[in-house]
């Protein structure tokens, strides 16, 4: 025999959704569905945004797909659920490495955090800097330079602690890509960020971290489930 307690959630019925990759792009396809907005983590520059676009392109649904950059994950799907009009499917972007991603599951039980997905490498994860603050650094005999301790570095949560042996203050942004901008702004002295958010901000590499592969999770609200059920039932 099964209960149901009052007042504790359920997680959505997956009934009626299409079940595999095949049948969600055909879904994605359907004259049912007439715009796609993904929400992503900004600024501009963000491995999310940058892999929310690869998703779109791979799912060929660029002419009726937009990106609308938002200033947390929480945010997007703040923003995801606020979309109501007819045949339009909000799908907000989280990453796998998301410091607060169980969180933001656990919370959020009415939601399909997981229902879409894409497997891109990091845009070239690096410690950045100004030109003028790189020039400072003087290599060692074995082209190594040596980060004073004295240097802030800006850095979202998650990869925060790839610094951690520098012994350096770091102060926590929303986004690699805002890491970028806080450095250039000079309210950091270095920024852990991607190498798009490195080149709009003029910065200079001074340690690549490389681009390992990630898992980065287009989720939809429940509105999005009845749209995308209704999608995939039209021939």
């Known amino acids: 025999m099964s209960y149901k307690v009052q007042g504790l959630p359920s997680f959505p019925e997956l009934n009626g959704l299409p079940q595999n990759g095949e049948a969600k792009l055909r879904a994605?396809?359907?004259p049912v569905v007439k715009s796609v907005v993904c929400f992503c983590?900004?600024?501009?520059?963000?491995?999310i945004e940058q892999a929310a676009k690869r998703w779109i392109?791979?799912?060929g649904i660029t002419?009726?797909?937009?990106?609308v950059l938002c200033l947390t994950p929480e945010d997007s799907l703040r923003q995801a659920r606020e979309v109501t009009e007819e045949g339009v499917l909000a799908v907000f972007w989280t990453c796998a490495v998301y410091a607060k991603e169980a969180e933001f599951f656990f919370t959020n039980p009415d939601i399909l955090t997981f229902y879409f997905n894409e497997v891109m490498n990091l845009d070239a994860m690096q410690l950045a800097?100004?030109?003028e603050m790189g020039s400072q650094l003087i290599p060692n005999a074995d082209g190594d330079v040596i980060i004073p301790s004295s240097w802030?570095?800006?850095s979202h949560p998650s990869p925060q602690h790839l610094v951690k042996p520098l012994g350096c203050e770091v102060v926590l942004v929303n986004s690699n890509a805002a890491a970028a901008e806080h450095c250039a702004k000079?309210?950091?002295a270095a920024c852990i960020t991607t190498?798009?958010?490195?080149?709009i901000h003029g910065l200079v590499t001074i340690h690549m971290f490389n681009s390992p592969p990630m898992v980065f999770f287009g989720g939809i609200t429940a509105a999005g489930a009845a749209l995308h059920k209704k999608a995939s039932l039209r021939k």
Do not use: F
Not at 41 to 47: A, D, K, Q
């Open 152 to 154: 802030l570095i800006a």
């Open 41 to 47: 983590l900004g600024p501009e520059g963000t491995n």
């Open 28 to 30: 994605l396809h359907s």
């Open 57 to 59: 392109d791979r799912m």
């Open 129 to 131: 800097t100004r030109p």
């Open 186 to 188: 000079r309210l950091s």
């Open 63 to 67: 002419y009726k797909a937009r990106v």
């Open 195 to 199: 190498e798009t958010a490195r080149k």
